[in-house]
């Protein structure tokens, strides 16, 4: 968990993600959806990567949001949450297109997207993400 008092000298994996991030035009954040909102652990993450206060990691920095759920709206207020949050860090978040997978139980085989309709779906999605991204530049 998230500790201010060990901010100054976090943990490699912060580090390392941090690093990751900054090299980055973008990140996409694929959430879950929990009790209609973030996941926990996932927030925790952000708020890891967004400290100390002013680093660079996520100030500015562009937000695609995608996710899967096994409800029948996807992720559609987990995303809506993380728009919200993202406001703090100034930056835009990609919204020319949505992807939501619901009942996703039944669309992943062995951990692995299979449904047909939804990769369609991700690569209209990767594809206007793409041409937002050229505009972005």
Known sequence: MFNQDVEADPFPGVVAAKETIQSSQCLLLVTPEHNYGVPGVLKNA???LSRPFGDPTLRG???ALA???TGYMGTMRAQLAWRQMWHFFRAPVFSDAELTVSFAASRFTDGRLTDEEMLAQLDRYLDALHAWLERCD
């Open 46 to 48: 952000v708020d890891w």
């Open 61 to 63: 920095r562009p937000l």
């Open 67 to 69: 996710g899967a759920s």
